[in-house]
């Protein structure tokens, strides 16, 4: 591998770049991190990637040596410029240049997917931290026909995302994670593996997405839309959070449910396996 720190210096100086960062910009330049985002990957030639983010395009001169396809969708036109100089010999290469949070994921994976030689396609990226977790949500409820997500993010964030439901970093996106993938966590990662440093410690965790759900629920809507409201006032008992958001029409039902359920009637949101909550739904949709 080329050493990267000496690679991000020459680009940046080349083009005039300066981390920008209202978008989130910190250029990944640790060799090591880079190897294993991209082997825990597993990436083959029969696998398209689409890197979110790419910068200066550190990760996906690596994602180009493996994958079949490498699309990358990066918002800043300055990097767009870079990345084209960059890669302008490879021929599985792509750039868009827009918001991933205004992409329609869905028809570019399946426009790609027609193409015979494309078996899979994984997400990969050292995401910018600012939205985080709308791109996670976004990942997961358009369910994109994909096979994992690897993906560098704050390590607070991450604790959250590779908890199992009812653990001490519970949090409501744990149970959507939880729900639509297997995860685990890669490596952390320290605040001198960017330029320039962010002010928390990144971590490297990869969501493989389950091939069948947890839990049986007929409407899992319903069931975030409960999460979402018990989280929502988490210092609150469960019984409070429900009652107060209206998800249980009184105290007096909320207190019936929670018994039929043989949950305590002062247990907190957190403490919730994603069964008791696909309960509540159940029993509330009736
Ligand atoms: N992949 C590069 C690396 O590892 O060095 C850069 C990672 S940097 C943490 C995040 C990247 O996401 C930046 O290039 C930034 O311009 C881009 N970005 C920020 N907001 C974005 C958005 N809404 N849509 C697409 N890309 C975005």
Known sequence: MENILETTKSIMKKYNIRANKNLGQNFLINEDVVKSIVESSQITTEDMII?????????????LKKAGKVICVEIDNKMIRILKDRFSEYTNFEIINEDILKIDLNSIINKNKDDKKIKRVKIVANLPYYITTPIIMKLLEEKLDIESITVMIQKEVADRLIEVPGGKNTGAITYTVY???????????T??????EPDV???VIKMNLRKEAPVEIKNPKVM?????????QRRKTLLNALTNSRVFLNKQEGIEVLKKLNLDENIRAEELSINDFAKIAEIICK
């Open 191 to 196: 605040n001198n593996s960017f330029i320039p």
């Open 201 to 203: 410690t990144s971590e």
């Open 179 to 189: 729900y639509y993938c297997e995860s685990e966590k890669i490596m952390e990662v």
């Open 224 to 232: 975030f839309m409960i999460i979402k409201s018990a989280f929502m």
């Open 51 to 63: 890197e979110i983010g790419p910068g200066l395009g550190t990760l996906t001169n690596e994602l």
